[in-house]
């Protein structure tokens, strides 16, 4: 276990992860609206019961890939966040029963991200990203599929009724709709860590000024 810990730790950059630039729309008691830009992320999917039960397989794919296993064997940064959007299958399942497709994505940093490697692993590819709009809360601790769902309820319910009108048309999909989960801390930190619940909002276009996040931490 401490040797995983030790590859995760070379493949962080001396002067902190960079983080995936987003402009924050407004703040909310208990959550924000963000606009990220269009993206560059390497991802992989897997359709399981559980997030928990797939994080490692899909993390460590991506990984290796960062890693050099790819067609330049080009080494990548390691980013923030690993996001995972949550697609559920079956809304007729119950929601222990469900089978769920989990996409994980590592954000990819310039200057590899206009003309990222092709990932060696068939099961790995580059996605670009479009705008997209999300309300977000944030978190602390070590997350899981409990912690997740009742995050992302905390989330629904602190939203004013027009952010609900917003995100409705996604929670009248099959199962509830898609979110993301996406955290920003390697396993070895134990504090102060911090993870998200990312509602998006579809249809929407940005006409309002914001704060722009740097795109590093």
Excluded at 56 to 79: A, H, V
Excluded at 92 to 99: L, P, T
Aim: some cysteine; overall charge negative; hydrophobic content about 30%.
């Amino acid at each position: 276990m401490s040797s995983l810990f030790e590859r995760i730790k070379s493949a962080i950059p001396k002067d902190g992860l960079q983080i995936a630039s987003y402009k924050v729309i407004r703040q909310i008691q208990d959550y924000e609206e963000r606009i990220y830009p269009p993206q560059t992320w390497v991802r992989t999917q897997i359709k399981s019961t559980s997030r928990e039960d797939c994080t490692y397989p899909m993390f460590w794919k991506l990984f290796n890939y960062i890693s050099g296993q790819n067609e330049r064997q080009e080494k990548i940064p390691m980013t923030a966040p690993v996001s995972v959007l949550v697609e559920p299958d079956d809304p007729s399942e119950a929601a222990d029963y469900r089978q769920n497709t989990f996409t994980m994505a590592f954000y990819i940093p310039a200057p590899f991200d206009e003309d990222p490697p092709q990932p060696n692993d068939p099961s790995v590819s580059i996605e670009h990203r479009p705008e997209i709009r999300v309300l977000v809360r944030t978190y602390g601790g070590f997350s899981n599929d409990r912690i997740d769902q009742e995050e992302r309820c905390h989330l629904l319910a602190s939203l004013t009724a027009e952010d609900r009108e917003m995100v409705q048309d996604l929670l009248n999909k099959p199962g509830g709709g898609v979110y993301y989960c996406a955290g920003y801390d390697p396993p070895l930190k134990l504090f102060f860590r911090r993870n998200e619940i990312w509602l998006p909002i579809q249809g929407q276009n940005d006409n309002s000024g914001g704060s722009t996040i740097s795109p590093v931490n």
